[in-house]
């Protein structure tokens, strides 16, 4: 398996712009997490889907920030606008609960 | 609510030295522990978890209830061994979702 994939490796753009950012889980993983990684806050959890259902958005930091989870292959997440702030890495993550969830490289994402 | 806390931000130790990071968690119910480990810009890996009660690259844990700790051992470090490394806590309550630490940063000296 080649794991969880995610698109783009690295986006540079310029605050304002809608940014998409895509995610492949594991085939046969049930849930889909999606987490922002500062160094000023470390790891943070923004949302999560079980079986394509999204279950906790507490972590989604405004309403600029939306995810969408289609169908059991791929999700996105999307900021619009985007906003210096948001630079981070993002990371995906999928998991067939109750087992261990397997993260993607993440997305490197500077907004300028 | 959980809540997961590594007090340390920076750990240095040279090769060959015994390393512990340590790591506190607060849960109401029954958890389930991981360790996470990030090497320089690569994605987060499983480490280990409490209840596979293994020792993976020479690392080991033990779950603490009385304590609430899980800290993370090796009596030798290697300079491999530097890397970012994150405590986390899995809720069935919450639908499985992870609740990280801050993170401790390992740099192993020659």
């Known amino acids: 398996d080649a794991g969880v994939i995610q698109s783009p490796r690295h986006e540079v753009t310029e605050m304002g712009q809608e940014v998409t950012l895509r995610c492949k889980p594991i085939?046969?993983?049930?849930?889909l997490f999606w987490y922002r990684q500062t160094m000023m806050r470390g790891l943070e959890l923004l949302i999560y889907?079980?079986?394509?259902?999204?279950?906790?958005d507490s972590g989604m930091p405004e309403d600029r920030f939306s995810a969408k989870m289609p169908n059991a292959s791929f999700s996105t997440l999307k900021i619009q606008p985007s906003e210096p702030r948001d630079s981070a890495v993002y990371f995906c993550?999928?998991?067939?609960?109750?087992?261990?969830?397997?993260f993607g490289d993440g997305t490197r994402l500077s907004i300028l | 609510a959980q809540r997961v806390t590594q007090p340390e931000k920076l750990l240095s130790v040279f090769k060959g030295a015994p390393v512990e990071l340590k790591c506190n968690y607060s849960?109401?119910?029954?958890?389930?522990l991981f360790w996470y480990v990030q090497y320089s810009r690569q994605r987060l890996q499983l480490l280990l978890r409490?209840?596979s009660r293994e020792s993976i690259k020479g690392f080991t844990a033990d779950l603490n209830k009385g304590e609430t700790s899980f800290h993370l051992k090796k009596p030798f470090a290697q300079e491999e061994d530097s890397a970012m490394y994150y405590c986390?806590?899995?809720?069935?309550?919450?639908?499985?979702?992870?609740?990280f630490g801050g993170g401790t940063r390992v740099l192993v000296k020659p």
């Open positions: 993550a999928s998991s067939l609960v109750p087992q261990p969830q397997h």
């Open positions: 085939s046969g993983h049930n849930s």
């Open positions: 889907f079980n079986n394509n259902v999204p279950i906790d």
């Open positions: 849960y109401s119910g029954s958890p389930e």
């Open positions: 409490h209840i």
């Open positions: 986390a806590l899995q809720s069935k309550a919450a639908g499985n979702k992870l609740t």
